[in-house]
Structure formats: C-alpha cells, structure tokens
C-alpha cells in the first residue's frame, strides 16, 4: 500500500537489443495517463530511474516521482542466431 505523496515504484521490463541504444517507453499510469518515458542508453540492469512529478498525486496538483527499476530480460533464442 503506497502512502500518499511517497514515490511509485514501478519495475520495467526491457529487452536488452532496446537498453543498449536507450529508446521511448509507454508507461500506463494507475489513473490510466500514458507517459513517454526516455530509457537512456547503457541502462543497466537494476537501474532506478527517476521521473518527476509522474508519481501518485498528494494533492490537487502535485504529485511525487515516478521511479522505474529496470529489469533487463536477455532473449536467449535471438542470441542462438
């Protein structure tokens, strides 16, 4: 249970090929606004990246930040190629 005006961490899932190069990411928040997320180049795993303002709303017009905990999957099956 999040307490209001505390941070929202959320874990992200990315493909290495995507971290390696950084890329955009579509984050769908709990009150169903989609935000552009930039995944910066050589993201590594385990990273926490923070984004401001884009976390659980504390009062009318403020929220906290939004804090991303990257989770870098290895396609395996690509690597065999």
Same mark, same amino acid.
Request: aromatic share 10%; glycine share 8%.
């Given at each position: 249970?999040? =307490? ?5 961490? =959320? ?56 804090? =991303? ?13």
């Amino acid at each position: 249970v999040a =307490v209001l005006g505390e941070p929202l961490y =959320v874990t992200g899932e990315f493909v290495t090929e995507r971290v390696i190069d950084g890329f955009d990411f579509e984050y769908e928040h709990l009150d169903d606004k989609k935000y552009s997320l930039k995944i910066p180049s050589k993201t590594k795993d385990g990273d926490l990246l923070r984004v401001a303002r884009k976390g659980l709303l504390y009062d009318d017009n403020n929220r906290g930040d939004l804090i =991303v905990k990257v989770n870098i999957i290895i396609d395996y099956e690509k690597l065999k190629k």
